[in-house]
C-alpha cells in the first residue's frame, strides 16, 4: 500500500476517535478527500511530464458479496463510491455461483480506497438491517449509498476547486486512460439496467439518514476483519 493511502488511514483514523466533535470529524474527512484529489492530480501530472515514468491503471477483480441478498443495493454502493474516485466498474453478472465478483479499473491507489471504502461502508450500513425484508433491505442499502454519493461527491469538488487551476482538466486526463483501459480489457461490455432502490420508500429514506451519519474513513481497519463480520 502506498504511502498516501497509509497518510490518508491515519489522518480519518482521528476522526473515528470518540472524543473528535461532528466539526472535527468532517474536517478530517475533507482533509483526507483533498490527499486523494490533490495525488490523482500529481500523479497525473507526473505521467503526462515524463511518459517513460508513467504508472498505469490496472484492474482488479473482487468479491463484493458473498451471495445475492440486497445485490441492488450493494451495487448502487459500489457504483457510487467507484465512480467518485475515478474507477470503472464491470459486474461479472449471470453466474450461478452465490459469490458476486466485480471488477474495478483505476490506479492503483484509487483502486485501493474503493475496495475499503465500500467494505467499510456496506458493513455500517448492513448493522441496521436485522428484521428487514429483502425489498427494504435494498432500499435502505440503496438510500444509504445515495448519501455517500452525495457526500463523496461534495468532498470531491470542494478538494477539485482548492487545487491548482487545470486540476479538473488534468483528471479528466486520468478518468481517459482509465476508461481506454475498460475498452480494451472489457469491449463488449454492456451497461448494467439501472438498479431500484426505492421500492420501500421508509426503508430508503432511513438509509439516507444513517447514510448522513457514515463514516467514510474507509481503510482504518483491517479489510480481511471487516469482511469476516460481513460474512463476504
Known amino acids: ?31 483526507a478527500q483533498q490527499y486523494m484529489v490533490e495525488h490523482a492530480i500529481t500523479e497525473q501530472q507526473i505521467r503526462m511530464a515524463r511518459p517513460g515514468e508513467r504508472s ?19 451495487r448502487m454502493m459500489l457504483g457510487a463510491i467507484s465512480q467518485l474516485n475515478g474507477c470503472k466498474l464491470i459486474y461479472h453478472t449471470g453466474t450461478k ?6 471488477t474495478v479499473i483505476g490506479f492503483a491507489d ?17 448493522r441496521h438491517l436485522r428484521g428487514m425484508s429483502g425489498t427494504q433491505k435494498t432500499s435502505f442499502v440503496g438510500g444509504f449509498a445515495v448519501e455517500v454519493f452525495t457526500r463523496l461527491e461534495e468532498a470531491k469538488k470542494m478538494a477539485t476547486d482548492e487545487a491548482a487551476p487545470g486540476s479538473a482538466l488534468v483528471l479528466a486526463n486520468r478518468d481517459a486512460d ?14 448494467m439496467k439501472k438498479q431500484q432502490a426505492a421500492k420501500d420508500p421508509a426503508a430508503y429514506w432511513s438509509g439516507r439518514d444513517a447514510g448522513k451519519n457514515a463514516d467514510l474513513s474507509g481503510g482504518r481497519n483491517d479489510i480481511g476483519s471487516k469482511r469476516e463480520e460481513l460474512g463476504a
Do not use: H
Open 178 to 191: 482509465v476508461e481506454e483501459l475498460q475498452d480494451d480489457l472489457f469491449p463488449t461490455a454492456k451497461p
Open 110 to 126: 484509487d483502486v485501493n480506497f474503493v475496495e475499503m471504502l465500500y467494505t467499510s461502508c456496506l458493513l455500517q450500513s448492513s
Open 1 to 31: 500500500m502506498s504511502d498516501i493511502v497509509d497518510k490518508v488511514q491515519k489522518l480519518l483514523a482521528k476522526a473515528d476517535d470518540p472524543a473528535c466533535t461532528e466539526e472535527e470529524a468532517k474536517a478530517f474527512y475533507a482533509k
Open 56 to 74: 498505469t491503471p490496472e484492474a482488479r477483480r473482487f468479491q463484493y458479496s458473498n451471495d445475492w441478498s440486497f445485490l441492488p443495493g450493494k
Open 97 to 102: 455461483v452465490k459469490p458476486q465478483f466485480a
